[in-house]
């Protein structure tokens, strides 16, 4: 990581917290919720159900709910719309009458609202912006199994949400959040590396015909990672699999360019490395390598004991995927690409991306040393 890019980082991602050890936090955690149950307390003095019932019953009937996101979303418009002509068409929108009594009684009591953050202010249009890719989540709704015969470890721990940020296809000293994940403090750093999709696990596999010439083919199922490292504090977790793994690999690459880095390897590997056992910082970005020059930045979101709301087990969670973004067709750019091809001299570049349709109309290739290169098809499975 060069000095700009940690530049970039720094003003992408912060302020950092202090270093958080984890296994101090759930002992803490843990006490703390101990003595309050022991304490005897007025419950109705902090209650909060009148105010959980008055929100339950506005939402759950459908003409009030339906009004205030409708409202919502105009005002969002409002702050979307950069020029006076999209501000105007955005405040027609709005509904100058409220035919209904309870309508007219619900705005009412909005407006009687003192707290001035309660409606967005004409300053919030300058912290606000559209939707973008990374905003839209691709994960399924359940979570993952518990396997049988598995015991659940019911012991005090926290729960850590962390995001992924992968850098920008055509800007690399940009980044991206790819995903968001949730695990426990009990679980290693191998399975924080496991629970994170990336598009690299995709790839197809090489291999050499009876001929001599390169070939590929795809698997049925997303293949793992051949190794990666973790930095953490100036300390890189290898992954273990051999005598010279990612770790010991990353050290003779910073030594041979005479990098100043000051970072030694673990004595442990990701897989014999729980997550209780490190300090951890919120808010700021810590470097992961793997499939060869696969970089991934993982950021602490939060870190919070698990409640009995939590799911029993079925660690860790995938909370958001951002949908890939497909490379079209350059021949018809209305169908995704699935077929890099190489060395044709029919098409007007080298590799040429073309789906499947196109492909097949060209026909076979009018000369030896063509290759048809299957682009990854971005199914991130997990194993359970």
Request: charged share 20%.
């Amino acid at each position: 990581m060069d000095a700009k890019l940690h530049k970039t980082l720094t003003s992408q991602f912060g302020p950092p917290s202090e270093p958080i050890d984890i296994d101090k936090f759930v002992q803490d955690g843990s006490k703390s919720l101990t003595s309050m149950s022991n304490t005897t307390s007025d419950e109705d003095e902090y209650s909060v159900h009148e105010i959980k019932d008055a929100l339950s019953a506005i939402w759950s009937d459908a003409k009030t709910s339906a009004y205030l996101s409708k409202v919502h979303d105009n005002s969002i418009a409002l702050c979307h719309g950069g020029t006076k002509s999209a501000k105007a068409r955005a405040a027609k929108i709005f509904p100058e009458a409220l035919p209904e009594t309870a309508m007219k009684k619900l705005q009412e009591k909005l407006d009687g609202v003192k707290l001035n953050s309660w409606k967005l202010p004409p300053d919030a249009v300058l912290f606000t912006r559209p939707p973008r890719n990374s905003d839209h989540n691709t994960a399924p709704p359940q979570t993952n199994p518990i396997v049988e015969g598995v015991a659940v470890d019911e012991r005090p721990q926290a729960v850590i949400i962390f995001s992924v940020h992968v850098p920008l296809p055509w800007r690399t000293a940009m980044l991206t959040r790819s995903s968001i994940h949730a695990i426990l403090s009990s679980q290693t750093l191998g399975d924080l590396f496991e629970a994170i999709p990336c598009e690299s696990n995709n790839l197809p596999e090489e291999f050499l015909n009876e001929d001599g010439n390169i070939r590929y083919k795809v698997n049925d199922k997303t293949k793992g990672s051949s190794g990666h490292v973790i930095c953490i504090d100036e300390v890189a977790y290898g992954d273990g699999f051999c005598e010279n793994d990612y770790a010991d690999k990353l050290l003779q690459h910073l030594k041979a360019t005479h990098s100043m880095m000051q970072i030694r390897k673990a004595e442990t590997a990701t897989l014999d490395t729980p997550i209780s056992s490190l300090s951890l910082r919120i808010n700021y970005p810590y470097w992961l390598l793997h499939q060869g020059n696969c970089e991934h930045f993982i950021v602490i979101e939060h870190i919070r004991l698990k409640g009995p709301s939590d799911p029993a087990g079925g660690f860790p969670l995938n909370l958001q995927v951002t949908p890939p973004q497909l490379d079209m067709c350059r021949a018809c750019a209305k169908t995704p690409a699935v077929w890099a091809i190489t060395g044709d001299i029919r098409l007007a570049e080298s590799p040429c991306l073309l789906c499947g349709p196109c492909w097949r109309m060209m026909g076979d290739p009018v000369e030896d040393g063509v290759t048809t290169v299957p682009l990854p098809t971005y199914e991130f499975a997990r194993s359970v």
